[in-house]
């Protein structure tokens, strides 16, 4: 709408002014320019599937809930505080470096500034990366047959299993006190299973040595998760998740991390502030 009206503005001034044409073609191009730079942002993700594809696990009002209002509000808040300072540098970097530079102490943003940031650029990319790894109810993608050779090598060579992995998760998710999430991340020694409150994440320099790593995957166990359809059941809900995990991408994730493409676990268009 703004370069609308922008664009009659131009279009009145030339009519009634007589403007020379490159002069007008000039015009167009910063006002074009202007309006792209005012109005970028961080694109929230849409829902992969259909609201109801994770069913009985996730029902579709619960996916809709937590797509549309929690994980838009995060993204939404984030853009109007990179909107709200103003800080081209900040603006400058993808959400995974916004997210890892939370504690680093190099944001430059005020203490309160930085605390939302690491509860709505926490949550912004947490869900990014939420949505991917889940796939329809039984669907193809959950068996488990789709984890890739090096990851079931690297899973085995840790916990002996995938079973036994998947224990340790449910056990971790379920221990979790209050919101927070479970992951499965890379360090420098191998795969861990960690935990982290709230919205934060393990790429964030204020998460303890031990939890920092590139998350592969991750269980969401704040109460807007689950509780729609499993009540207060957490174990209930954490026992079924399997059934909606998308192993293909939980190894697409690994080969990712592996290679530093860190900006591919949550898809290249939605890391880019655009
Ligand atoms: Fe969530």
Redesign the pocket.
């Known amino acids: 709408p703004l370069f609308f009206v922008i664009a009659v503005v131009i279009v009145y001034i030339y009519r009634h002014f007589g403007i020379r044409k490159d002069a007008m073609i000039l015009l167009t191009v910063i006002s074009t320019l202007l309006w792209a730079a005012v109005s970028a942002d961080f694109q929230l993700p849409p829902l992969p599937f259909e609201p109801s594809a994770t069913e009985p696990v996730i029902s579709a009002q619960a996916n809709k809930f937590?797509h549309d209002n929690?994980?838009a509000g995060y993204v939404s808040n984030t853009n109007k505080l990179l909107e709200e300072e103003g800080d081209q540098k900040l603006k400058s970097y993808t959400l995974s470096e916004l997210v890892a530079k939370v504690g680093s102490g190099k944001l430059g943003l005020e203490e309160s500034k930085e605390q939302k940031l690491r509860n709505n650029g926490g949550?912004a990319w947490?869900?990014a990366f939420?949505w991917r790894v889940l796939a329809p109810y039984d669907s193809e993608e959950t068996k488990l047959g789709q984890i890739s050779d090096d990851l079931a090598e690297a899973i085995e060579d840790e916990w002996g299993s995938v079973d036994e992995m998947i224990d340790e998760m449910k056990t971790k998710a379920n221990k979790l006190f209050g919101s927070g999430w479970a992951w499965l991340i890379i360090k420098e020694d191998g795969l861990a299973i960690v935990t982290t409150p709230n919205q934060d994440n393990p790429l964030m320099s204020l998460v303890p040595d031990e939890k920092q790593g590139v998350p592969i995957f991750g269980i969401?166990v704040?109460e807007?998760?689950f509780y729609l359809t499993y009540g207060p059941m957490k174990p209930k809900f954490t026992e079924d998740f399997w059934h909606v995990v998308d192993w293909d991408q939980v190894s697409k994730n690994y080969q990712a991390a592996k290679k530093g493409n860190i900006e591919d676990l949550i898809g290249k268009e939605f890391d880019e502030y655009k």
Request: proline share 0%; glycine share 10%; no cysteine.
């Open positions: 937590h929690h994980h949550g947490n869900h939420w969401d704040w807007h998760a």
